[in-house]
């Protein structure tokens, strides 16, 4: 399985290399051009390859790693239809996030009751579209190791089928996906400023003795 991203940021870094070492190929993509991309993939290593944003866009499951202000145009100039997208965006409205108080306030109103989410199935149309991979500061998963915790990264979607290929693919790389239900019901659950959004769990399973 291949795994296409658009954008470069710290989000492709983080995953990317979750899932290079989970034995998966990844296709990195900006805004400049692959040409602009050669230290990026070289730091993340052998599984990383530099593409065009179409490249990305044909992989199994592409991954939106943008910054909210330029998901129209990272969406731009692709066929969504039939794709599996994963929103991994967090709606800060300002160009540089603004993480405070006021400035998730500002965020979420600007979204006039709707999520986030929604917002990228508009854009993106006919996308089978998931949420995921955003609920939480990419720093928090930076331990690679084997024996690394089981980060819960929360997941929702109306495509079933392209929700469980994203959890499967979560689940590959020793992180867990937990299923939130619907893409806005779910959604709203998980994204910025929300009751699960910036709050770290770890899956602990306990083994009971007779």
Known sequence: M?????????????????LI???????????????????FVAELGPGAIAGTKQQ????????????????????KGIDWRGRILVDATNAHMDSKADRSLAGVTRSRAALKARTSSEIVAEMA????????ISNMPMEWIHDFSPNKPRTVIFTSGDDIEAKQSVIELINSTGLVAIDLGPL??????QE?????????FHFVQRLHRR
């Open 125 to 132: 149309l006919g996308a089978r579209l998931v949420k995921s």
């Open 192 to 200: 910025l400023g929300a009751p699960l959004s910036g709050i770290e």
């Open 21 to 39: 070492n989970a034995g998966r190929t990844i296709v990195v993509s900006n805004s400049r051009g692959p040409e602009t991309l050669g230290k």
């Open 2 to 18: 291949k795994v296409g991203f658009i954008g470069a940021g710290n989000v492709t870094a983080t995953i990317g290399r979750h």
């Open 184 to 189: 806005r019901t779910g959604g709203a659950m």
């Open 56 to 75: 990305a866009a044909d992989c199994d499951i592409v991954i939106l790693a943008t910054r909210w202000v330029n998901v129209p145009e990272a969406l």
